[in-house]
Structures are given as C-alpha cells and as structure tokens.
T-cell receptor, first 114, second 116 residues
Framework: AQKITQTQPGMFVQEKEAVTLDCTYD???????LFWYKQPSSGEMIFLIY??????QNATEGRYSLNFQKARKSANLVISASQLGDSAMYFC???????????FGAGTTVTVRA | SAVISQKPSRDICQRGTSLTIQCQVD?????MFWYRQQPGQSLTLIAT?????????ESGFVIDKFPISRPNLTFSTLTVSNMSPEDSSIYLC?????????????FGPGTRLTVL
C-alpha cells in the first residue's frame, strides 16, 4: 500500500515570496507517479504538476516546480512569487504504475498575506 | 486535458433519502473514479468505474450504499443511498488520462452535499 505524508497542516507566506510544501511518500513499487493538486475554497481540485519516478529532471509548470528527491522519497512543491490567489489547500498524491488510483496526503493549507 | 462536469454542484438533502450525482466527460475515458472528501479531510477513493463491468469498491464502501453506473465511456453516476448527516461531503469524480500519453488525472468541480 502507498502512503503519502504531508506534515505541514498550514503555512503562511508573504506575497511575492516563495513557499515550499513538503511531501514524502512510501511505496515498494519502482514505477510510480506523483501529483500535486490545489483546492481553493470552491472545492474543485486543480491539477498543478506531475513527476514520474523515472523522470530525470524535476518537473516545472510556470511558477510551480517539484523538488524530487527519489532516494529520500520526497516530492516537495515549490511555489515561486506567491500571489493572493495561491491561498488554498494543496494536496500531494501518488499512484503506482498499472494502478490508476490516487492516494492522497492530508493536505497543507497555504495562506498568502499581502 | 479532459473537461469534466458534475451535476448537481451542491444539494441539501434530508436523512433517509438518496441523491444521484452525474459526471460527464468531454472525451472517452476508460477509467473513472469517485472520491469522497469529508469536511476538513483529504480525499478518499470510493470506487473505480469501468465501462462494461461492475464498479470496484474500496474497503469501507459498499455497492448498496454507493451504487455506481457507467453506461458509456463519457458518463457515470454515483448514488448516495439512505443518507445520514455523516454522508455530508464533497463528492468528486475524476478521470485518468495516462492511456492517452498524459500523466494527469483530472477532477470534476465536485458536488457539495449536506445532509440534515
């Protein structure tokens, strides 16, 4: 079974600064994918970024980047130049190859201050 | 990317009644998933719905309580039966695009259910 751990229940960040959200995972499967989602107060789940276990480079999508450290089993999300609209809950998730179910972490609430 | 819609977006229901939630995708997908998110909690998978076969339920979820239909490759329904206040949650459907070369899973906007 896969397990995702997000140890930061809530974080505050100043507008225009960067913030790092921690995510560690545990799996015995060598082939897996890691996802980050944003959930604003409206409740929708917005896909942000994906990292495959065999990807050689860290994934980046605009202001989002993933600090993937495979040996440490961590996949931290970095949000650069924070904006007020970044205030939301952020979830780390994982699935293993050939099993398309996602396992989610507990989530981290990010509040961006002006 | 897949565009997913859900109906209703929210509802308030009386205990003992049932609610059917619809999920429509703008393209054909093999696998659709139904998740539940209780207040202040993370997402928990209820079941996986494949077209042409019975849904596969996760531990703690049963077909009698959460019957699922998957009549074609673009549509699915989840029914929450005999509701109690503990069923108050956001229910989300999602689809997997990996089979088309995209390593992404997309979610619908969710159905916010309140049971009185």
């Amino acid at each position: 079974a896969q397990k995702i751990t997000q140890t930061q229940p809530g974080m505050f960040v100043q507008e225009k600064e960067a913030v790092t959200l921690d995510c560690t995972y545990d799996t015995s499967d060598p082939s897996y994918g890691l996802f980050w989602y944003k959930q604003p107060s409206s409740g929708e789940m917005i896909f942000l970024i994906y990292q495959g276990s065999y990807d050689q480079q860290n994934a980046t999508e605009g202001r989002y980047s993933l600090n993937f450290q495979k040996a440490r089993k961590s996949a931290n999300l970095v949000i650069s130049a924070s904006q007020l609209g970044d205030s939301a809950m952020y979830f780390c998730a994982m699935r293993v190859l050939n099993d398309y179910k996602l396992s989610f972490g507990a989530g981290t609430t990010v509040t961006v201050r002006a | 990317s897949a565009v997913i819609s859900q109906k209703p977006s929210r509802d308030i229901c009386q205990r003992g009644t049932s609610l059917t939630i619809q999920c429509q995708v703008d393209s054909q997908v093999t696998m659709m998933f139904w998740y539940r998110q209780q207040p202040g909690q993370s997402l928990t998978l209820i079941a996986t719905a494949n077209q042409g076969s019975e849904a596969t339920y996760e531990s703690g979820f049963v077909i009698d309580k959460f019957p699922i239909s998957r009549p074609n490759l673009t549509f699915s329904t989840l029914t929450v039966s005999n509701m109690s206040p503990e069923d108050s949650s956001i229910y989300l459907c999602s689809v997997d695009s990996s089979g088309r070369g995209y390593n992404e899973q997309f979610f619908g906007p969710g159905t916010r259910l309140t049971v009185l």
